[in-house]
């Protein structure tokens, strides 16, 4: 199984960036997974859209296109999801063959906070029903109080997130092998 991640922070430092960094540790032999760098997307405008794809839209489009599921870690920003992930969601999915059609998804979100980004990943849920995105229903990873949960370094050193992340990788491999 080839993953493509992508994080809603563009912070060096970010926390859910950590967690998808976690996630690559944590795969099973002959899995991998890259993380796509939404830095470069622009924002959407249809005039930019009318003259050709950008190519940073370009890349991100093929390499969700390409992998056979997607870890989207979420920041939750004012009870929602960042405007970096809405925009770069917006930009791959416009037709044709928006390549959300189908994935298996995986939720995870980082947070100081107590509550683990639930709002923003329900939020993010919402936005796949229309792209039919096949979004794992369980487990839910919500990682709240995660400034205690990794250190200096960004490596993640909670026992039970690792755990709980496992999970999600081995949820999101029978998704993506047809036995869900
Ligand atoms: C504009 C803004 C709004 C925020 N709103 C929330 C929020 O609603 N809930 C929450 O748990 N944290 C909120 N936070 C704190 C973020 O969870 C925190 O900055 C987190 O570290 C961002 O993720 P990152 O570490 O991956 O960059 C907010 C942060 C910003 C910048």
Known sequence: MQILGLSGSLRKDSLNTAALRACIGLLPAGDS???????????????????????????????????????????????SFPGVLKNAIDWASRPPEQPFDGKPIALIGATPGGMGTSRAQYQLRQVFIYLNGRVLNRPEVFISGAQHKFDAEGRLTDTATVESLGKMLAALGEATRGRH
């Open 33 to 79: 997974m890259s993380i796509f760098d939404l830095s470069p997307i622009p924002l959407y405008n249809e005039d930019v859209r009318a003259q050709g794809l950008p190519a940073p839209v370009e890349q991100l489009r093929e390499q969700i296109r390409a992998a056979d599921a997607l870890v989207i870690a979420t920041p939750e920003y004012n009870y």
